[in-house]
């Protein structure tokens, strides 16, 4: 092409620019055939998939997205596009990953996570940034306590809730005294503080303190401690591949038909194949159960299974309950994420119809549930009753509480 065709192609480009124009004026142009698709909407999911922790994250992950694909892969009229970034349960990497994933790749909303430690990280990068954050699972007290903040939910528990009826469930077996073991980290030593409260106030008396780093499994030396103490039971906080171990060797080393274990359900839930006779009988607390008889849970059930050949347990319940949270969210506001007032309130006037029973949310943001008592039955953390109905976080120093 020769500068004259270029000039004169450009004189007609220009010409055809300013008729479009003219016609637009006068009305007489009509909308493209096409019409344009809202952009896709970036959800950021921010969660362990290696370490102790990994099989938790793939749950809440295969969940949120079974969710989603239900819904033709699509809330509020905005197709979904996902971020995936493995948090490896790293406190130390928290705050970097997290700002990775909500300044770098600008999600619009931030799912995550497990670990107590590295939601810790995210919620100050969430409250820093105003980005509409989800927890699908860590209990970390302060995100629905001190660190509250409007844009920032939970799908899950604080780490106060579910453990806290345990001590009455205790008592009312006849357990007097009892050790206490988990891992130091937040997780562990808020849970101990909920259960501390709740088995004092009914007389309970924790005799002994145990505690190893995250995610450490030698075990041995402590349950030799424990078998020299000779408490009436012992109380624990372990899950994932940790929780495995601990069961396991707890009846390796002859306490199982002794000194009766509980813990809250974590201990026993995505855990039963692999804990195998080891966990037959142990009596947990948690807000999932099996054996429960709501409709919902029985779809999700189906639906989970048939998507992904393995059986749900509470993870998968908080994923997918992230995803309805979002959804109602999000389709309030017509999909406009911008709109994070009418998003906000939304999610909190509503109840969620969860596989584990319906659920309101606290003005923390924190679910108000009911907390089952479970027994390992096989493969199952049976339904036995309900340990404490609809209970609140107290949400200690959350000014919107
Ligand atoms: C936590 O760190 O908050 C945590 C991790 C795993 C659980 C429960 C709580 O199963």
């Known amino acids: 092409m020769n500068d004259n065709n270029v000039s004169s192609k450009r004189r007609s480009l220009l010409k055809g620019a300013a008729g479009a124009a003219g016609l637009a004026a006068t009305g007489i142009l009509h909308a493209p055939a ?7 909407l970036k959800v950021g999911l921010m969660l362990p998939y290696t370490g102790t922790y990994a099989a938790l994250g793939n749950a809440i992950t295969n969940a949120f997205k079974l969710y989603i694909a239900e819904k033709g892969g699509k809330v509020g009229g905005r197709e979904i596009e996902y971020v995936v970034l493995d948090d ?26 497990v670990h107590s430690g590295v939601q810790a990280g995210m919620v100050k ?15 970390f007290g302060a995100a629905t306590g001190q660190l509250c903040a409007p844009n920032i939910f939970r799908s899950s528990f604080s780490n106060w809730q579910t453990i806290h009826p345990l001590g009455k469930v205790m008592m009312e077996k006849g357990h007097k005294s009892c050790v206490w073991i988990s891992w130091k980290y937040a997780a562990g030593e808020e849970m ?3 259960f501390k409260e709740g088995y004092e106030k009914v007389g309970g008396k924790i005799v002994k303190e145990m505690w190893l780093p995250f995610p450490n499994v030698e075990f041995q030396a402590l349950l ?17 591949g940790g929780a495995v171990k601990f069961v396991k060797d707890y009846d ?28 037959q009988g142990l009596l947990t ?35 997918y309950d992230a995803a309805q949270m979002l959804d109602v969210g999000l389709s309030a506001a017509k999909g406009d994420i911008k709109a994070q007032k009418q998003i906000v309130a939304a999610i909190e006037k509503a109840t969620i119809d969860s596989p584990r029973g319906r659920f309101t949310i606290s003005r923390a943001h924190n679910p108000v549930q009911d907390i089952y008592l479970r027994q390992v039955v096989g493969e199952s953390n049976k339904f036995v009753g309900i340990a404490w109905k609809n209970l609140s976080d107290p949400a200690r120093g959350c000014s919107m509480a």
């Open 125 to 139: 990068v969430s409250r820093e940034s105003g980005v509409l954050s989800i927890i699908p699972n860590a209990g």
């Open 285 to 319: 607390t948690l807000h999932y159960a099996d054996g429960l008889e709501f409709p919902k849970d029985k779809t999700f059930r189906l639906a989970y299974a048939k998507a992904y050949k393995l059986q749900p347990d509470v993870y998968a319940v908080q994923g």
């Open 252 to 279: 390796a080393a002859g306490l199982k038909g002794k000194i009766p274990l509980y813990g809250n359900g974590f201990v026993t839930d995505g855990t039963l194949q692999a804990q195998g006779s080891s966990a």
């Open 224 to 240: 030799t401690e424990i078998a020299a103490a000779k408490p009436d039971a012992v109380a624990c906080f372990f899950a994932g």
């Open 88 to 113: 490896e349960s790293e406190p130390a990497k928290g705050v970097d990953n997290a700002n990775r994933i909500v300044n770098r790749d600008k999600v619009d909303v931030l799912v995550g996570t």
């Open 192 to 194: 101990f503080g909920g």
């Open 34 to 40: 096409v019409i344009a698709q809202p952009a896709r």
